[in-house]
C-alpha cells in the first residue's frame, strides 16, 4: 500500500521543479569554460616578429599574472591584474617583449634577433582555470663569409690606431694573440655552454692592444712601442660558422729618431687662407718620405681612411692620395698638397690643420677660409 504512494509524491516533486524552472524567464548561470587559447607555443623570425593569440575564458573574467623572457620573471601586480580583468587594454615591455592586452587579445612585439637565442612564457589565470602561453626566439646566424679590410695591420712605433672594415655587424671577437699569448674570449657556464660576447659592448685591453668594436669596424689602438723588437698580434672573428683572422705587428723606433714637434718638414706655405667663395691653393712640401699624421678640420680629428702601412705606400711610394672632410677636400699631386675649399656659407670662419711626419721630422699646416 505505501509502494502505491510514493509514485505519485515523486511525479508530483518532478512537475514543482519543472515548474519552477520554467518561471526564470529563460535565464541560465555562467558558463565556467575556464581559458581556451587560439595558439599556445610562439616562435618568432625576423620575417614575424608580432604575434596575436585569442583568449577565450567565456564570461569568465581573465588576466595575466606573471611573464617570464629568459631568466628573468616579472610578476604583475594586483592593480595591473584587476585593472585587466575588467577590460581594461595592458601594455609592458619585458626585456626584448612587449606584451600588450585589449578586447581578449594579446598582442606580442619581440625585437629583432641578436646573437643569443631568447625563451618566454606568460601566465595567465580566471577564476575556472589557468593557461600558460611558451615560446622562443632564434639567435642570429650568418653563413655568408666574413672579409676583414685590411686583414694584415701595421702599426706605428708611436701610439697608433688603425681601422679593420668588415661591412657586416653578426660577428663578435672570438679570439686574440698578444706576443703568442692565445686568449680565448668565451665565457664559459656550469653547463658548459659556450657564450658569445656582444661584440657591440666589446671594448677590452690586453697588454699593450685595445680592442673595440664600433659598429662593423674593429679598431685596434697600439701603446707606444718601447721595446727593441717589433710587437706581433692576431685577432679571431667569428660569426659562429664563420672565421676571419687579422694579423698585426707594431715597428720599433728607428735609429736616429728625434722627436721634434717644432716642424721641419718645409711647407711653402705653412699657412693658406681662403676666401668665403672657395677654391683650390697649392702648398709644396718638399721632402719625398712623409705622410699625414693628423688632419683636423674646425678642431676636430678626421678618420684619414688609411692604416700606418697603406699611409706610407699612398704617401711615399705612390704619391696618391684625395680625399674629403667636410668642406675641405686634401689632394697629392706628386710632392705638392691641393687644397680644395667649398663654399662658406656659414657664416663663421672656418679652420683645418694638416700634421705631416716622416718619423725624424715634422710639419704642421693651417689654414683659415674666411666667412661671408
Request: net charge negative; proline share 4%.
Amino acid at each position: 500500500m505505501r509502494q502505491k504512494t510514493l509514485f505519485p509524491s515523486l511525479v508530483a516533486l518532478l512537475c514543482l521543479v519543472t515548474a519552477c524552472s520554467d518561471t526564470d524567464d529563460g535565464a541560465s548561470a555562467p558558463e565556467a569554460t575556464g581559458i581556451k587559447l587560439s595558439v599556445e607555443t610562439i616562435t618568432f623570425s625576423d620575417d614575424a616578429l608580432s604575434q596575436s593569440i585569442a583568449v577565450n575564458s567565456g564570461t569568465d573574467p581573465w588576466c595575466i599574472t606573471a611573464v617570464a623572457t629568459d631568466d628573468n620573471k616579472t610578476l604583475l601586480s594586483e592593480a595591473e591584474q584587476e585593472a585587466m580583468r575588467g577590460g581594461e587594454p595592458f601594455e609592458r615591455t619585458f626585456q626584448w617583449l612587449t606584451v600588450a592586452v585589449e578586447d581578449n587579445t594579446i598582442r606580442l612585439d619581440a625585437d629583432e634577433s641578436g646573437f643569443s637565442a631568447h625563451t618566454f612564457s606568460i601566465e595567465l589565470s580566471s577564476a575556472n582555470g589557468a593557461a600558460r602561453i611558451n615560446g622562443s626566439q632564434a639567435a642570429k646566424t650568418d653563413d655568408s663569409p666574413i672579409v676583414a679590410n685590411p686583414a694584415r695591420v701595421e702599426l706605428y712605433f708611436k701610439p697608433d690606431t688603425a681601422t679593420v672594415e668588415t661591412g657586416k655587424d653578426t660577428w663578435w671577437v672570438a679570439a686574440v694573440t698578444i706576443e703568442g699569448l692565445d686568449i680565448q674570449l668565451y665565457d664559459s657556464i656550469a653547463g658548459g655552454e659556450i657564450l658569445r660576447p656582444q661584440s657591440r659592448d666589446f671594448n677590452r685591453t690586453f697588454d699593450w692592444l685595445t680592442v673595440r668594436v664600433d659598429g662593423t669596424r674593429l679598431v685596434l689602438i697600439a701603446q707606444e712601442n718601447e721595446d727593441i723588437a717589433p710587437r706581433h698580434f692576431s685577432v679571431v672573428l667569428s660569426t659562429g660558422s664563420q672565421e676571419c683572422e687579422i694579423t698585426g705587428t707594431q715597428d720599433v723606433m728607428p735609429s736616429g729618431y728625434v722627436e721634434n714637434n717644432d716642424g721641419n718638414i718645409e711647407a711653402t706655405p705653412d699657412y693658406v687662407e681662403f676666401p668665403p667663395e672657395g677654391g683650390t691653393l697649392r702648398v709644396e712640401a718638399a721632402q719625398s718620405g712623409w705622410w699625414f699624421q693628423d688632419i683636423l678640420v674646425d678642431g676636430e680629428y678626421q678618420d684619414l681612411g688609411l692604416t700606418q702601412q697603406s699611409a706610407k705606400d699612398q704617401l711615399t711610394k705612390y704619391r696618391q692620395y684625395k680625399r674629403t672632410f667636410d668642406w675641405l677636400t686634401v689632394e697629392l699631386d706628386s710632392f705638392d698638397l691641393l687644397l680644395t675649399a667649398q663654399p662658406n656659407t656659414t657664416g663663421s670662419e672656418r679652420t683645418f690643420e694638416i700634421l705631416l711626419d716622416n718619423y725624424f721630422e715634422k710639419g704642421r699646416i693651417t689654414g683659415l677660409q674666411l666667412a661671408q
